[in-house]
């Protein structure tokens, strides 16, 4: 009966806020919200029986460090973003299943997300970076394409019937580092390959957060799929997102001369 509740409950604050499940808020209330509960507890805990205080001291003294990490920018983040991603990590990998069960896993995964995001934009828009790249997945080119974009993105044909288009043009005019890949661990290869300072990734919730855990050590800038035919069939991204993301995070490089090829394919 309880369950039933919170799940009307986070239905009905998602329903307040279309757009919770592409902002932290969701992920931060719980991520902040158990642990400062916990200190209430164990702060209440000292007054109902002293003879705890100690033991209900050390408990709320560690929580309170736990979540002052959630408060951490800039510098700091830096400094420890692997450890700060794994204990968000931590977080999102045990309550993902109380999420699944109440059928808001992907608003959870979104959520999480958008905390990362927030982060790295707070942390590198300041202090853009010089070396970037961009990891596209290769379900958002048109099924039946014949362009091989994984190989290079630049062989799409810019026929504009899916957003490759848009993306090839961009690499090719701002000299982006750019890659299509047809598996999630490929993209983890190639962007361990490439050593840079910060990953643009597009892709699935699920494989968003597992590169996001998987490499805890670069910064990353994660663009969920939008998915109107179902999974890894004709997937769609917010190209003005991924635009804006690489305006805002890393360094303008000179315009490239090269213009990509146009021939129709319809
Ligand atoms: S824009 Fe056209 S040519 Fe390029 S990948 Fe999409 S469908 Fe293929």
């Known amino acids: 009966m309880k369950l039933l509740k919170v799940t009307k409950c986070l239905n ?15 992920f931060l209330f719980f991520r902040r919200g158990i642990p ?12 109902i029986h002293p003879p705890s205080a100690g033991w209900a001291l050390i408990v709320a003294v560690a929580l309170l460090a736990e979540v002052g ?5 800039g510098a700091p983040y830096v400094a420890k973003r692997r450890a700060i991603t794994r204990w968000d990590g931590y977080w999102l990998m045990f309550l993902r299943p109380f999420f699944r069960f109440i059928n808001l896993e992907d608003r959870w995964l979104r959520s999480f997300c958008a905390w990362n995001n927030r982060r790295v934009s707070k942390t590198f828009k300041t202090k853009r ?7 596209l997945p290769h379900c958002v080119q048109l099924v039946g394409c014949q362009a091989l974009v994984v190989e290079n993105i630049s062989s799409c044909f810019g026929c504009g019937q899916c957003v490759v288009d848009a993306a090839a043009q961009a690499a090719m005019n ?3 580092d750019m890659r ?18 910060i990953i643009i990734a597009v892709a699935c919730p699920d494989r968003l957060v597992k590169g996001l855990l998987k490499l805890p050590e670069v910064p990353s800038y994660a663009i969920p799929l939008d998915l109107p035919h179902g999974m890894c069939v004709n997937t769609a991204f917010d190209f003005q997102r991924l635009s804006q993301a690489m305006n805002e995070l890393a360094e303008t490089r000179a315009a490239a001369k090269i213009q990509p090829l146009k021939i129709s394919c319809r």
Do not use: H
């Open 12 to 26: 009905w604050l998602s329903a307040q806020n279309p757009t919770m499940s592409s902002t932290p808020t969701l």
């Open 36 to 47: 400062l509960i916990c200190v209430t507890l164990s702060l209440t805990a000292i007054l």
């Open 69 to 73: 990490t959630t408060f951490y920018a």
């Open 129 to 135: 970076v010089g070396k970037a790249i961009v990891l």
């Open 174 to 176: 701002y000299n982006w």
């Open 180 to 197: 299509v890949s047809p598996r999630s661990r490929t993209a983890y290869s190639e962007a361990r390959k490439f050593r840079p300072d």
